[in-house]
């Protein structure tokens, strides 16, 4: 199985950014995925996730309201859309399909 992301980089504050997760040679059918993010010398994370098949979402305190976890069924693709970014979210964020991560892809918040 591998698991990839994209669409990190750098974005002011109040800005947006739309992070992509897809995975190959994943098939099952009943599954939990997960974003998660780290700032060097810290642990990794929790910000979202979501349940498939039963969509059922969860958010972290830090980024409720701001950031949405979503599904295009069509592609397989999971996405985590960042608004309203902050300075503080500035980290490596990393997709998870229940035991397989990515690699992470670094999003940056700053003037």
């Known amino acids: 199985v591998r698991v990839v992301e994209s669409g990190g980089g750098l974005v002011q504050p109040g800005g947006s950014l739309r992070l992509s997760c897809a995975a190959s040679?994943?098939?099952?059918?009943?599954?939990?995925v997960a974003w998660y993010r780290q700032t060097p010398g810290k642990e990794r994370d929790l910000v979202a996730t979501?349940?498939?098949?039963?969509?059922?979402?969860y958010y972290s305190d830090s980024v409720k309201g701001r950031f949405t976890i979503s599904r295009d069924n069509a592609k397989g693709t999971f996405y985590l859309q960042m608004n309203s970014l902050k300075p503080e979210d500035t980290a490596v964020y990393y997709c998870?399909?229940?035991?397989?991560w990515g690699q992470g892809t670094q999003v940056t918040v700053s003037s």
């Open positions: 998870k399909y229940e035991t397989y």
């Open positions: 040679g994943f098939t099952r059918s009943s599954y939990g």
């Open positions: 979501i349940a498939i098949p039963s969509g059922l979402l």
